[in-house]
């Protein structure tokens, strides 16, 4: 079982939340260790699922939790909404897709830079994203 050390939370309402959010876990992940490279990994993923939680959902929650499992350090990041919930989830993953306009890589490039990642959505009741970089 995961002991967790510290975590932040975001409410995100709108932009200068996702830019806080992202600010700020990047700053936790170089407190506790992260090579600049994987902390910017781990930035990009947070704005990523916040820009989603606006674009998608109007509003929700990023928390960020440092913990440690079998003496090894990680971030999680969870992002939670309330809202539509995503119809096809393995076709939101796919390079490409977007249901936006946009590139399309923001779920399939954020899955590729960390080291677990998970979806859970219900249509109509909404969506939590959970991802995970350990330290190395």
């Known amino acids: 079982m995961p002991s967790y050390e510290s975590q932040l939370h975001f409410r995100i ?3 200068s939340d996702v830019s ?3 600010r700020k876990g990047m ?3 170089l407190d506790i260790g992260f090579a600049h490279a994987d902390a910017t990994k781990i ?3 947070i704005s990523e699922l916040a820009r989603n939680i606006l674009v998608y959902a109007d509003e929700g929650t990023i928390t960020i939790f ?3 499992e079998a003496s090894r350090k990680y971030i999680k990041i969870v992002a939670v909404d309330e809202g ?3 119809p096809h989830i393995e076709q939101a993953l796919a390079d490409g897709f977007s249901t936006s306009g946009g590139l399309g890589l923001g779920l399939s490039g954020s899955r590729r830079l960390v080291d677990d990642f998970s979806i859970q959505s219900e249509l109509g009741k909404g969506t939590q994203i959970t991802a ?3 330290l190395k």
């Open 66 to 68: 440092v913990s440690e």
């Open 13 to 15: 309402q709108n932009v």
């Open 27 to 29: 700053q936790l992940a």
């Open 20 to 22: 806080e959010s992202r």
């Open 43 to 45: 930035a990009v993923v």
């Open 84 to 86: 539509p919930g995503i």
């Open 132 to 134: 995970v970089k350990w």
